[in-house]
């Protein structure tokens, strides 16, 4: 298993640029979800997802889509690139135990915007 | 609101040294605790998961406790090596949430030589 895989590793755009991060999982995890991580602030959900076609917000949505048409898949696109979208960006796939979950995350995407 | 503490934000021991961690959260109603390891410039990985009925789990030389009455969970890694040298941070799935995993700000951990 490759586990939970995140492309680009880095990445460096411009204000106004879109782009998409991409995340995926082979472990058939329903449960997957994207953090950014900024020193000081820890770690912040952005938008997760509980299976295909079913995706919901997290604490810091803005400026941040995301869709879910695969089990395995879940990108994160970033409309239109600010300044204070620079972070390190975790993707994490989770399994189901007991009533709650498992979480495994990604090595990471580091975004700087310019 | 869920929130989750971990004291103190940064712990130096010689090694050899016992390490013990603690996490606190403000509402006991949560589904699992977890626990993770970051190395600088890395992801996270997952070091134990304790659920909601139990009291504790372990792994080598990390054990870690879970007392959700008193919203404490203790993670200790016995006889430190350098290598432990890591941010670990616990994180706790939340009932009220929906399923949202909320993270505590992590204990820097440095192990001398």
């Known amino acids: 298993n490759a586990g939970v895989t995140q492309t680009p590793k880095f990445q460096v755009l411009k204000t106004g640029q879109s782009m998409t991060l991409q995340c995926a999982q082979d472990m058939n995890h329903e449960y997957m979800s994207w953090y950014r991580q900024d020193p000081g602030m820890g770690l912040r959900l952005i938008h997760y997802s509980v299976g295909a076609g079913i995706t919901d917000q997290g604490e810091v949505p803005n400026g941040y889509n995301v869709s879910r048409s695969t089990t395995e898949d879940f990108p994160l696109r970033l409309l239109s690139a600010a300044p204070s979208q620079t972070s390190v960006y975790f993707c994490?796939?989770?399994?189901?135990?007991?009533?709650?979950?498992?979480?495994?995350f990604g090595p990471g995407t580091r975004l700087t915007v310019t | 609101k869920q929130e989750v503490t971990q004291i103190p934000a940064a712990l130096s021991v010689p090694e050899g040294e016992n390490l013990v961690l603690n996490c606190s959260f403000t509402d006991s109603a949560i589904y699992n605790l977890q626990w993770f390891r970051q190395d600088p410039g890395k992801g996270l990985t997952s070091l134990l998961l304790?659920?909601?009925?139990?009291r504790e789990q372990t792994s080598g030389r990390l054990n870690a406790s879970l007392d959700k009455s008193s919203g404490r969970s203790t993670l200790y890694i016995a006889a430190s090596q350098p290598g432990d040298s890591a941010t670990y941070l616990c994180a706790v799935w939340v009932k009220a949430a929906g399923n949202k995993l909320t993270f505590g700000g992590g204990t820097r951990v440095l192990v001398k030589p």
């Open positions: 994490a796939s989770s399994y189901s135990i007991g009533n709650g979950y498992e979480q495994y």
């Open positions: 304790i659920q909601s009925s139990q």
